[in-house]
């Protein structure tokens, strides 16, 4: 029954869209859409965000709005606005004719799905856009719990007609069904949509699908069947047109136009091996779908002429779903009650007809008021707000009218007097009426005037009682639904309840009311109590009217079906006794029911609240209604309970109570400490609420959540999910090792954080730190992201948040990991440190030293490199300065000249500037190689080339500028392949984390007519795979441009790009630049050798690895081959291209290369010996080769091959053939000259190449030795030598030469073999070797003051000229920085320094030894240091081409080893670099770090120290990598080694998230850039200084000059968490002076030492409040203070018996206890002493024990209540009526004690309190 007293509204706003406010700032609305072509709707952020409570980055706000959204539609434009905030715009290609949100697959976000006449257009929150193409016209989508209903239009509809025409109509079979697993999420995706929207056309008489579900935006939509007598046929009901769908239950509402009625269908999911009707001419084609969803209808109401104008869903009194029909042509609205039914784990829904009912009204909405908190899974508890027909609003609860609601007066009274003041005000004034609802939102719904006025209200306010609001949903739970929907009806339809009756009221009147609500059912309890023991009738009629055989009768003899608008008083029965008893009856019965379970759920929330220190206040008022219904119901043991929480109400509650039967009251801190002290299996469920043990998501899941914890922790069982008390909770998945880290697993399952942990009371928290604490030095490797930063470890967070592949999955989004941190760390957010976006140094420190202030501000292409991760590594040295300097060619070079120059001078600075233009021009082969992959580019820019300046300066002229003179040199035809490599080395700083690069990007770069800048940026973008972007289109129009330098860098560029691929089309393109491969019809084609050789080489690094036969049969015939031109050192460097191509198809594939291995290496052996060819097995290989050539000749003069030309290519070809091969057979064949004969005709430069070639094929004998060097060496060669030395021998000239020349290539070839095998491994030994061969040389060259090596030949400058030596020397050179690339290595850079400037003093040096020079500069510090070279097939292949000992003469020397082949260097190099960033600062740090390497044949398992920033070994022998030392968390980064290339950076399963280790430092010591050697450690340093300052309370005023100024900073010093800087600036305050405050302060000193040194930070909390619980208890005796509760009391004991279980052992801890437990026992004895010591404390529990009679607090006595309070508390003292009930069952036990029966009975009782109990007892008798 509704009550008279009329609720007001609160009025929000007037409404309007605000798409129109959107639109009127945007500039007005379209001009060619209507006024009134637009719609639009309101929904909640949660509706669009994660129902599970998290959300991703893109739609976090979502998750923190709570008012409304709006979608706004007109036209083909969407606006999403909220507010004034617009939050998305979309625009789409035609008209929109439907929008809504729907969850699809497995995305926990909600999709915008967006019908237009063609294509539905899906898209995500977080930016994915999805098109599906629709091949018949969608007439309407509706959202559904298992995806997106997409119902068909009719045929000969208007969309029919509009889409009868798709442009895809025609698509072949194999377009047509595409799974998910073919495609993958993309920021624009477009795809075909299946046939199967029906199984042919309706027309033709086959069946079509009229229902469609979208269950995945990837995948095909699926037809829907409907389920008829046990079959599934397939739905195609045309004329059930859906009005209404679910989103929460798979529900859907259609109407019949043609039949009159309205349907109801449930939507479930079945296999497919269900028995499926087929209609007869169907498709056997059509693909099996692994589910069908099928519409069974569960409800079917007819007789109406007009759809329903609205459905909705809300829930009844007990949380069931109801279903809402509106006619409102009726005036009427529907309401079908769902059942549901759980069968294996599947729900079956289902409608009675008995459970339906109709209520009056013409608009209706459903609105959350009553319940706001509440959710039955996912669906929201709401009400139902209904407009009469007499324009009154009623607020139902189910069929249950709570309460009217009305305008406020004020408002309706100044809406009348505004229309009066109208000047066309009508004579008659009608007040304004409530004639429409619309756009309901949780508590809030638009209200339509009979002015056509629009008003925004809300019939709930914010801010409400949070308190009211827990305590109603509590009681939703907790209460039958009939009680409570009866105390519903009492709270908000009442008359004389307040409950939200005045929307001004406050919080606290808000929970006032509630409390009135409670006392008022009290108040009638007791009355009906009365009245009913006053009642008793005497009349036997009265009895006879109330006897259960007339209440039978009755509703025997009345058929209520037959007359459904009658009730049995309107059939005359006289049964108004028997009514007015049953009302009685019914009355007492609630009034029995009702308090005793308020009570119990209430008590759940109260236990609840006592685990929330932020919840005190609401504590303190909920016992106070708590002990009036315990009061009222004569609960004693109840009011005890919360007397001793509460002493205060003592003065409140003052009457003794009669110790009746009572109930023992639920204790969760009781519970905690049993739970701890014995495990979980002697603990008692008594001692829980059962709202705690039920299933739900009330106030108390706060409670359920620790009680889950404590279980796990203390050895419970649980199955599943499922604890062993019957409730459900979550555990994280992942792998578990101890009951602290399933307790770690649990609490990230229940999104349980560190903000959650200090919401607890100190004690209470401290067995969850405890395991959160153990679980922190070594957590498993496969937890999620949440679990690392609950444990503090931020760093294996942020580790594994970059690769999610590496963890379990996780349910759970982003904000999850938020929830679980905050405040303690910083934003999650990786730490990316590239070089361009870093800190650059001060001026001063990257000043270059030879600049002065001479153009100072040009780009030199290298300014970058210094960042603060080279400053971390480098510190204060200054070679990075010093390679920047000596590799900068954008500078005129100084040129030293005499301060009054002649004319001679003139010719010299020439001459001068000659020489030096020569080392400049070879500066860019260095240069590339020292900013290799260092910098990121912007992609709306051009890529700028520092210039390559030829010029000099005269210091000794104020900088004057000297040019080279035109007349003398040509410095275009000088600076033509420079320019080249200068691009190169510009294009070559772009780093692979790039990314694609983009074509347009590349295109915009491109200049108008060709040059050589263009073309060596094209061959660095192909080096770094960037030209995958290029079409074929593209690449013809850059060969068409036939430049020179652009085609070499393209087509090398390409085949890098394409390595290993054999594209077809990219071999064709270089083919073509072959001639010798062209087709006799093709025409003649003059094509430079520099141009063949290059497209010789791209061809075989496009079929690397492959041993394409007859790839490989080409390029053997070409080794032999006479190129275009004459000149024979070009004809040597075609045949060596050709060498290395063949070697790199074949690469390492020995004997299984081709079938016809031997008559390939035959002929190999054959271009190398040169001997006369008499096979006939040859003669398919030269009929081969001649059959496609017109013009060119074998090169055989004879019958004998030029080996001069052919045999490098083919010693080349072998080695890279047979690499790591192990081959003895190739080894014996490839012999270095035995015998003088041998020598004279062979040429010195071949014997290198044998060397290498046999080395590199026995790739594991190759050892760093002298005596390997020395094995190395013919005896021929080693007598020869001898005897040279020996000046008494008498030896030919010409036999000495020949003995030193082979002795010097083959020391060369052992030396770059050993260069090889340790390429980027920085092998000290081969470091050594070569650094002494290298000082050999020079020596020999020109003797230096370096020490000379002994046991090696001298005096082999008389027998070899200067340019070999030279030549021999810088290849050694360049092979130790192979070695050492990336290194940095301070002795052969000052090594590389000194040859660079002997060079340039010297002044003969040609440009090879220039470029060798600038070459060993770039790889030992290659990248910046932050790459180096790997072992691998393919590198070792791309380094040997670059290191080919044969170097140019000149800069446009290509004759014998084109210089574009130096930079594939690249291919060989590897970013193995590894930086540790710390998460908390994200600056780069040194952290040792311990490198595992894998057992090999050569040596065992072996680990190694190294210091980031550092290289790391290759991937096939790194095993693991482990941080150590005493300064930052251990991690471990275990790899398995595997025969692949170092991952490529930007991989999502980089182990080191591309070159970024995340570390976390622990608190108390600093990083090893502050404090190198540990000296200013807490343990080291601070000690003695807290020391001091602890007792600075004898000499206050040194204090105030030091004191806190010195704790703040050293705090500061040592850890960046703001909580403990702040505690140092508060605590430890210099200005306290009371010896109170001095011993406060020296106990904040130790306990941040304490912590700060141990890393337990969080612990100062739980420290401070367990010593603030003792100095309050002090404070109350001493009568200084009042204390309310004894709460802390209870967890400084759970404190305690955590501390007990872990000297016991039931608790174990791997880093010691995290509180000290002298600590703790100190507080247990000054507890104990304070108690035991304390006045009138036996007189006080006598009273207590006899009568159950609190003490009252007088002025004598003050606090005395709170003392007997604590005194309970502490020793668990039993309640009056158990001492009562314990005394009389050992009453008649003749002992002479009765302590030892009382220990039995109060087993959890204390000692003391026993005996107290056995005085108490034995002075009473």
């Avoid at 809504?100 to 237009?116: F, H, I, K, P």
């Avoid at 109801?264 to 059509?286: Q, R, T």
């Avoid at 606090?1759 to 314990?1782: E, G, M």
């Avoid at 009453?1787 to 220990?1799: A, C, E, F, H, Y």
């Amino acid at each position: 029954m509704t009550g008279s007293r009329v609720r007001d509204l609160t009025l929000l706003s007037e409404f309007k869209p605000l798409g129109l406010t959107a639109e009127a700032l945007d500039g007005g609305k379209p001009s060619d859409d209507d006024d009134d072509d637009y719609h639009y709707f309101l929904f909640d952020p949660q509706v669009a965000g994660d129902r599970g409570g998290g959300s991703d980055d893109d739609d976090a706000f979502l998750s923190n709005e709570s008012g409304d959204h709006e979608l706004f539609i007109r036209g083909n434009r969407i606006i999403w606005s909220t507010g004034t905030r617009v939050y998305k715009r979309f625009t789409l290609p035609s008209k929109v004719i439907k929008a809504c949100w729907c969850r699809m697959g497995e995305m926990s976000e909600a999709s915008l799905c967006v019908l237009q006449v063609s294509c539905l257009t899906i898209y995500g929150l977080t930016g994915e856009v999805v098109s599906v193409p629709l091949s018949h016209a969608i007439a309407s989508i509706w959202p559904l719990p298992v995806g997106l209903l997409l119902q068909r239009a009719p045929e000969g509809s208007l969309l029919t007609n509009m889409s009868s025409s798709p442009p895809y109509a025609f698509t072949s079979a194999h377009d047509t069904f595409r799974l998910k697993s073919d495609i993958r999420y993309s920021p624009r995706h477009n795809f075909t949509p299946p046939s199967l929207f029906g199984i042919g056309t309706r027309n033709g008489g086959m069946s079509i699908s009229s229902h469609l579900i979208l269950k995945d935006p990837l995948e095909d939509p699926r037809i829907t069947y409907i389920e008829e007598r046990d079959k599934l046929n397939m739905m195609s009901e045309f004329d059930e047109v859906t009005i209404w769908t679910s989103d929460y239950v798979p529900l859907m509402a259609s109407y019949n136009q043609g039949k009159m009625q309205h349907s109801l269908w449930v939507v479930e999911v079945c296999n497919s091996n269900a028995e499926v009707g087929k209609p007869k001419s169907c498709d056997l084609s059509a693909p099996v779908v692994s589910e069908n969803h099928v519409f069974r209808r569960i409800w079917l109401g007819k007789g109406s002429q007009t759809a329903a104008s609205k459905v909705f869903l809300a829930t009844d009194d007990d949380g069931t779903p109801i279903i809402c029909l509106l006619f409102h042509e009726q005036k009427k609205l529907l309401s079908l009650r769902l059942q549901s039914l759980e069968i294996n784990n599947d729900t079956i829904y289902d409608i009675k007809p008995e459970m339906s009912w109709s209520i009056s009204a013409i608009a209706a909405a459903a609105i959350t008021v009553t319940r706001p908190k509440e959710k039955v899974g996912k669906l929201p508890l709401r009400d139902i707000i209904a407009l009469t027909p007499e324009n009154t609003l009623l607020l139902y609860s189910g069929k249950q009218c709570l309460c009217k609601y009305a305008m406020p007066s004020t408002w309706v009274k100044d809406q009348v007097l505004r229309k009066t003041m109208l000047p066309r005000a009508s004579s008659i004034m009608q007040d304004p009426k409530i004639v429409d609802l619309a756009d309901a939102v949780e508590g809030r719904v638009n209200l339509v005037l009979n002015d056509g006025q629009i008003c925004r209200c809300t019939l709930r306010r914010n801010p409400s009682s949070c308190l009211a609001d827990d305590c109603i949903s509590a009681m939703a739970e907790g209460l039958g639904s009939s009680l409570f929907g009866h105390f519903l009806g009492l709270l908000w339809g009442d008359d004389d309840s307040t409950y939200l009756l005045d929307a001004s009221s406050s919080p606290d009147s808000e929970w006032e009311s509630f409390c009135d609500v409670i006392t008022k059912i009290c108040d009638k309890s007791e009355s009906s109590l009365q009245s009913l023991s006053d009642s008793v009738s005497s009349s036997s009629w009265e009895f006879l009217i109330r006897s259960k055989y007339n209440k039978q009768y009755v509703r025997s003899n009345y058929i209520a079906d037959a007359f459904p608008g009658l009730s049995p008083e309107s059939h005359g029965f006289c049964i108004s006794g028997a009514t007015v008893a049953d009302r009685q009856n019914t009355e007492q019965a609630f009034y029995l029911k009702f308090l005793p379970e308020t009570l119990d759920t209430l008590h759940a929330v109260y236990e609840t609240l006592k685990l929330d220190n932020l919840r005190k206040r609401d504590l303190g008022l909920l016992v106070i209604l708590l002990c009036d219904i315990a009061d009222f119901l004569n609960e004693v043991s109840y009011l005890d309970h919360y007397k001793r929480d509460f002493p205060g109400i003592v003065k409140i509650f003052k009457k003794p109570q009669r110790l009746l039967t009572s109930r023992t009251p639920p204790s969760l801190f009781r519970w905690l400490e049993t739970c701890l002290q014995h495990g979980y299996d002697c603990t008692s469920t008594s001692d829980l609420p059962l709202l705690v043990c039920k299933d739900g998501n009330c106030i108390v899941s706060w409670a359920r959540k620790i009680v889950s914890f404590y279980s796990l922790l203390c050895g419970a069982d649980h199955s599943g999910n499922t604890s062993s008390l019957g409730f459900t909770f979550n555990i994280s998945p992942g792998f578990y090792r101890n009951r602290e880290e399933l307790t770690v697993l649990a609490m990230v399952g229940e999104r349980f954080g560190l903000q959650h942990l200090d919401l607890l009371p100190a004690g209470v928290s401290l067995p969850l730190r405890h395991a959160i604490d153990k679980c922190r030095e070594s957590p498993p490797t496969n937890w999620p992201a949440a679990a690392y930063v609950i444990l503090g470890r931020e760093d294996l967070a942020l580790q594994h948040m970059r690769h999610p592949t590496k963890s379990v999955k996780l349910d759970h989004t982003k904000s999850n990991l938020i929830a679980v941190s905050t405040p303690y760390m910083l934003p999650l957010h990786p730490v990316t440190l590239p070089s361009s976006f870093s800190d650059t140094l001060d001026a001063e420190n990257t000043k270059l030293e030879d600049v002065d202030t001479f153009e100072g501000s040009v780009t030199d292409g290298m300014e970058h490199i210094f960042n603060s991760t080279t400053q971390l590594r480098y510190g204060c040295d200054l070679r990075l300065n010093e390679v920047r300097r000596l590799l900068c060619s954008a500078r005129p070079v100084a040129i030293q000249t005499p301060g009054n120059p002649t004319a001679s001078d003139q010719d010299f600075q020439q001459t001068q500037l000659w020489h030096l233009a020569q080392r400049t021009t070879a500066l860019p082969f260095g240069r590339g190689a020292f900013t290799l992959g260092t910098i990121f580019t912007l992609l709306t820019e051009a890529l700028a080339v520092p210039k390559l300046v030829l010029a000099g300066r005269l210091p000794a002229q104020q900088n004057a500028t000297v040019n080279l003179d035109p007349n003398v040199r040509n410095i275009q035809e000088l600076k033509s392949w420079p320019e080249f490599h200068n691009a190169v080395a510009a294009g070559l700083r772009l780093s692979p984390v790039q990314g694609k690069m983009s074509r347009t990007w590349i295109l915009y770069n491109k200049p108008d007519e060709p040059n050589a800048t263009h073309a060596g940026l094209l061959l660095a973008l192909g080096l770094h795979g960037h030209l995958h972007v290029l079409t074929i289109s593209d690449i013809f129009k850059y060969f068409s441009q036939e430049h020179e330098s652009t085609t070499v860098g393209l087509m090398l560029g390409l085949a890098a790009s394409y390595r290993a691929t054999m594209q077809p089309a990219i071999s064709k393109s270089l083919y073509v630049h072959l001639p010798a491969r062209h087709p006799s019809s093709f025409p003649e084609l003059e094509m430079p050798t520099l141009i063949q050789s290059a497209a010789l080489i791209s061809v075989g690094l496009l079929y690397e690895g492959s041993a394409h036969p007859q790839t490989m049969q080409i390029l053997l015939s070409e080794i032999g081959r006479r190129s275009g031109g004459d000149n024979v050192l070009e004809r040597e460097g075609y045949a060596v291209s050709a060498g290395f191509s063949l070697g790199l198809v074949a690469l390492g594939r020995g004997e299984d290369a081709i079938g016809s291995v031997d008559t390939l290496v035959g002929r190999l052996f054959q271009y190398i010996s040169g001997k006369e060819l008499h096979n006939d097995r040859f003669q398919p290989l030269l009929s081969f080769s001649g059959e496609q050539n017109r013009s060119s000749g074998q090169i055989i003069e004879g019958n004998l091959i030029n080996t001069d030309v052919t045999a490098p290519g083919a010693i080349i070809a072998l080695s890279l053939m047979y690499l790591k091969t192990e081959s003895e057979l190739i080894v014996s064949k490839l012999t270095i000259p035995q015998t003088k004969s041998e020598l004279q005709y062979v040429r010195p430069d071949f014997i290198l190449m044998l060397v290498v070639a046999r080395n590199l094929i026995m790739w594991s004998r190759i050892c760093p030795s002298e005596d390997w060097i020395e094995s190395q060496i013919s005896d021929v060669v080693k007598n020869g030598i001898k005897a040279v030395g020996n000046e008494m021998d008498d030896m030919y000239e010409t036999d000495a030469e020949a003995f030193v020349q082979a002795y010097v290539n083959i020391v060369v070839g052992a030396c770059i073999s050993i260069g090889l095998r340790f390429a980027g491994t920085r092998d000290g030994n081969a470091q050594e070797l070569l650094y002494k061969y290298a000082v050999y040389f020079l020596n020999e060259i020109k003797p230096t003051c370096v020490s000379h090596a002994s046991g090696l030949p001298k005096g082999l400058s008389v027998y070899v000229d200067r340019g070999t030596l030279e030549t021999c020397l810088h290849l050694i050179v360049l092979s130790l920085c192979v070695v050492m690339a990336g290194s940095g290595h301070l002795q052969t850079f000052k090594f590389l320094k000194f040859l660079r400037s002997r060079n340039s003093t010297e002044g003969h040096s040609y440009f090879g030894i220039q470029m060798a020079v600038s070459l060993a500069i770039g790889f030992l510090f290659l990248g910046g240091g932050m790459w180096t070279f790997s072992t691998s097939n393919s590198s070792i292949a791309a380094l040997l081409i670059t290191l080919y000992p044969r170097l140019p003469t000149g800069p446009n020397d290509n004759r014998c080893h084109i210089q574009a082949f130096r930079h594939l260097y690249v291919l060989a190099s590897e970013a193995r670099w590894v930086q540790t960033v710390d998460v908390d600062t994200g600056l780069p740090v040194y952290v040792p770090l311990e490198v595992t390497i894998k057992e090999s044949e050569l040596y065992a398992e072996t680990s190694f120290c190294e210091v980031t920033p550092c290289i790391l070994p290759e991937r096939c022998f790194l095993k693991a990598v482990r941080v150590c030392g005493p300064r930052y968390w251990p991690q471990v980064v275990e790899v398995s080694p595997k025969e692949k290339p170092w991952w490529n950076s930007g991989d999502k399963d980089h182990p080191f998230n591309s070159g970024v280790l995340y570390v976390k430092r622990k608190v108390g010591v600093s990083s090893y850039v502050d404090d190198p050697i540990g000296s200013q450690s807490l343990l080291s340093r601070a000690m003695h200084k807290m020391s001091g300052l602890t007792h600075s309370k004898s000499s206050p005023s040194s204090t105030d000059s030091t004191g806190a100024v010195t704790i703040e900073q050293l705090v500061s010093t040592f850890s960046s968490d703001p909580s403990l800087i702040a505690f140092a600036q508060l605590f430890c305050n210099s200005t306290w002076s009371s010896r109170s405050e001095l011993d406060f302060k020296e106990f904040c000193l130790q306990v941040l030492f304490e912590c700060v040194s141990k890393d337990r930070p969080a612990m100062l909390q739980v420290y401070l409040s367990l010593y603030t619980t003792i100095e309050c208890m002090e404070s109350v005796v001493g009568g200084t203070c009042i204390s309310s509760d004894s709460l802390s009391l209870s967890s400084l004991k759970i404190a305690l018996a955590y501390n007990e279980a872990l000297s016991n052992g039931r608790l174990t801890t791997s880093r010691g206890e995290i509180m000290q437990s002298a600590f703790l026992g100190s507080l247990k004895k000054r507890v104990d002493d304070l108690l035991n010591n304390s006045l009138y404390v036996d007189s006080r529990t006598l009273s207590y024990t006899i009568s159950g009679e609190w003490p009252s607090d007088d002025s004598l006595q003050r606090n005395s209540s709170t003392v007997l309070s604590w005194y309970l508390v502490w020793y668990n003292f039993p309640t009056p009526l158990q001492i009562k009930n314990a005394t009389e069952k050992i009453k008649g036990k003749m002992i002479s004690s009765s302590v030892p029966l009382l220990r039995l009975v109060f087993p959890a009782t204390h000692i003391t309190a026993i005996n107290a109990i056995h005085r108490f007892l034995s002075s009473s008798q």
